[in-house]
């Protein structure tokens, strides 16, 4: 069988994505969804997004991480909004379903913007700093995030007692004049990725002052924007915003 897919990226973060709503594709292959993200057997990705129906919204985003482990992703949020977008599935914005409940997004200009759910506490657990932003992320506030060993201090860090069991995303943060600077080791792709919507997202409240504001967050990918709102250890009213743009289409078969 034949599938039409496309590849979207943002600020680096690269996706395979699915129009799926006629539940054609075989979501259930896991050999499947891990050789088309390999990226010397297959196409090549950071994950597979499908979208599919949902009776509650505009559509459902199925994510998958390249070892067939599945959770929310900032990034491919702002990506599947603007596929949806340029496929005439959505005029500019939608209410979208995901595997950590509702949200909602819109494309504007160069930006897609996508709302992530409240945070509800950041935790300290020795030097790090700990949240969930659709994904459970790790923070280590560092000098020179371009000086560390990355993949050696993050699998020590991500294969460690307390995390082996479930994984945890691992980031870097550095802070700068214009904001904060950043580096990602993501578990299910398990090796440092070029941006992380959901980590940017943590280093950005982790490194928060007053009660709202804006924070502009570097990545080896490109720069992102997050916004919020803090009512006391609550954030709330968070916007992840950046770039989202079509790479090539193609057929795949399946």
């Not at 297959?42 to 482990?69: T, W």
């Not at 949200?103 to 709302?115: A, D, I, T």
């Not at 992530?116 to 994904?135: A, C, F, R």
């Amino acid at each position: 069988m034949k599938i039409r897919f496309q590849k979207y990226q943002g600020t680096g973060n690269d996706f395979i994505v699915v129009d799926n709503r006629n539940g054609h594709f075989p979501s259930d292959n896991e050999l499947l969804v891990r050789n088309l993200c390999d990226r010397k057997f297959g196409i090549g990705s950071d994950g597979l997004i499908l979208l599919e129906k949902d009776d509650a919204a505009e559509f459902y985003m199925n994510f998958y991480n390249p070892d067939f482990s599945q959770s929310f992703c900032g990034n491919g949020s702002r990506c599947i909004i603007q596929f949806a977008v340029d496929n005439g599935i959505i005029e500019k914005g939608a209410r979208f379903n995901a595997i950590n409940g509702m949200h909602e997004g819109y494309s504007e200009g160069e930006m897609v913007y996508v709302k992530m759910n409240d945070v509800i506490e950041i935790k300290k657990q020795g030097e790090y700093l700990i949240l969930d932003t659709g994904s459970p992320h790790l923070i280590e506030k560092v000098e020179n995030a371009d000086d560390i060993d990355l993949i050696e201090r993050a699998r020590q860090i991500r294969y460690s007692e307390p995390f082996k069991e479930k994984g945890i995303n691992v980031n870097f943060v550095e802070t700068i004049p214009t904001g904060i600077k950043m580096r990602t080791y993501e578990r299910g792709v398990e090796g440092e990725t070029l941006s992380c919507g959901t980590g940017v997202t943590a280093a950005a409240l982790a490194h928060a002052n007053g009660n709202e504001g804006e924070i502009y967050v570097e990545t080896k990918g490109g720069k992102l924007l997050v916004k919020y709102v803090r009512d006391g250890n609550v954030f709330k009213d968070i916007w992840l915003c950046g770039p989202a743009k079509k790479v090539y289409e193609g057929e795949l078969d399946a």
